[in-house]
């Protein structure tokens, strides 16, 4: 079945260092990839997403890009801040058949940023 | 962009007693939501697609009979935990499908703040 896994954390930085949160899916179609970020006591959000190889989905100065050949989704922020302190998810959602639509969650990814 | 809300975001109950948790797309229109559950420090888990107008499907190893699902409504999901007991406490989240925004691999989901349950 689907799976995804994402680097292990917790991951500490300092304000304005650069971040990398690495994400690998298997899947048996070509399904979209998604990051979702979830705030203390909030819900989970949509960061960002791609729906096919080589794409690029980029939100809030956050970017992965879709490489079908090493099956990544990897995250990255160049300088980031107090207010990306949040547990970031990465997913996946299978284009058609019995799994159309659901998605598949990797396990989490808590993001400490000190001043 | 669409909201989703869940109610009560905290419940404590004791061991043997129901609790029922409510899933309600505010500013649109639901044909699916979905139910999870998240341990700490643990992804989700999908529980179970709620559709609305028929029986839910749950996913492997999850007991229909003790968690049971109504949609109601096109804005409304409820989750009923029967007989709970201590190793039901969870963080219960669901989310919501937003027919208006297809895409590629499936509507768009938008999910609630989640429900904390404590069976005591």
């Known amino acids: 079945g689907d799976s995804v896994t994402q680097m292990e954390g917790p991951v500490t930085l300092s304000e304005e260092a650069f971040l990398t949160i690495n994400c690998t899916y298997t899947a048996t179609g070509y399904p979209s990839l998604f990051w979702y970020v979830q705030y203390p006591g909030e819900g989970l959000q949509l960061l960002l997403k791609a729906t096919k190889a080589d794409d690029k989905g980029s939100n809030k100065g956050f970017e992965a890009t879709y490489r079908k050949e090493t099956t990544s989704f990897h995250l990255e922020k160049g300088s980031v801040q107090v207010s990306d302190s949040a547990v970031y998810f990465c997913a996946l959602s299978e284009a058609g058949g019995t799994s159309y639509g659901k998605l598949t969650f990797g396990q989490g990814t808590i993001l400490t940023v000190h001043p | 962009g669409a909201v989703v809300s869940q109610h009560p975001s905290r419940v404590i109950c004791k061991s043997g007693t129901s609790v029922k948790i409510e899933c309600r797309s505010l500013?649109?229109?639901?044909?699916?939501m979905f139910w999870y559950r998240q341990f700490p420090k643990q992804s989700l888990m999908l529980m179970a697609t709620?559709?609305?107008?028929?029986?839910?499907?749950?996913e492997q190893g999850v007991e229909k009979d003790k968690f049971l699902i109504n949609h109601a409504s096109l804005t409304l999901s409820t989750l009923t935990v029967t007989s709970a007991h201590p190793e039901d406490s969870s963080f219960y989240i669901c989310?919501?499908?937003?027919?208006?925004?297809?895409?590629?691999?499936?509507?768009?989901?938008?999910f609630g703040p989640g429900t904390r349950l404590t069976v005591t």
């Open positions: 500013d649109f229109q639901a044909t699916t």
């Open positions: 989310s919501a499908r937003d027919p208006r925004n297809r895409a590629l691999g499936g509507y768009e989901q938008y």
């Open positions: 709620s559709n609305e107008g028929s029986k839910a499907t749950y």
